[in-house]
């Protein structure tokens, strides 16, 4: 079975800032999806960022990249230059590339932006 | 155009009691999850449906909870004898089909007391 794990409950960053949201993940498929999904407080949960784990090439949406270190089962968001709106909680998620298309997810990490 | 939407918002109910939570998924999108999310944790899955019938129920947690989804629309999450360990947000999410994005709803917020 697929496991995610987001170790950091919290983290907190200054408005312009960046910063940079932890998640490994433990899985023995070769080939598989990555996702780190926004929760707002009180909103549903919107896609931020999806990496294919055959590409090397790192995702990037605008504000948003991801460090994607396959070997090492690493899978980190980096949100630039940080804005109150980022305020959420952020998800890292598994899903394998077959047929079995649920998402798993880690615990989540409660980010703050300070203005 | 519309998102998915999810019926109750919010669901208070009393120990023993059965409920029904109500998931519209986006029109045409064939692939409808339930996922279960406790206060601090992330999301767990439950059921998905392709279509009318349900292809993967492995996280049901027991036989009092059960999803229809007759049309291959609107789905239905019924809880029966419903406990206080139940309590959670239900988060219902569609896809186009199983190897696209999936969209989530707002969640039903289910309060057993």
């Known amino acids: 079975a697929q496991t995610v794990t987001q170790s950091q409950p919290e983290m907190s960053v200054q408005e312009a800032e960046t910063v940079t949201l932890s998640c490994t993940y433990d899985t023995s498929e070769s080939d598989y999806y990555l996702f780190w999904y926004k929760q707002p407080p009180s909103r549903q949960m919107i896609l931020v960022i999806r990496q294919e784990a055959y590409k090397q090439q790192n995702a990037t949406e605008n504000r948003f990249s991801v460090n994607f270190q396959k070997a090492a089962k690493s899978f980190s968001l980096k949100i630039s230059d940080s804005q109150l709106g980022d305020a959420a909680m952020y998800f890292c998620?598994?899903?394998?590339?077959?047929?079995?298309?649920?998402?798993?997810f880690g615990k989540g990490i409660t980010l703050s932006v300070r203005p | 155009g519309a998102g998915v939407s999810q019926t109750p918002s919010n669901k208070v109910t009393e120990k023993g009691k059965y409920v029904e939570l109500r998931c519209d998924p986006i029109s045409g999108h064939t692939a409808l999850y339930w996922y279960r999310q406790s206060l601090g944790q992330g999301p767990e899955f439950l059921i998905y449906?392709?279509?009318?019938?349900?292809?993967?129920d492995s996280g049901l947690p027991n036989d009092r909870f059960f999803a229809v989804r007759p049309e291959g629309s609107v789905s239905t999450l019924k809880i029966q004898r419903t406990e206080r360990g139940d309590s959670a947000m239900y988060l219902c999410a569609s896809s186009p089909g199983q190897y696209n994005e999936q969209f989530f709803g707002p969640g039903t917020r289910l309060t057993v007391l």
């Open positions: 449906f392709q279509g009318t019938g349900a292809a993967d």
């Open positions: 998620a598994y899903r394998s590339a077959g047929a079995n298309s649920k998402l798993t």
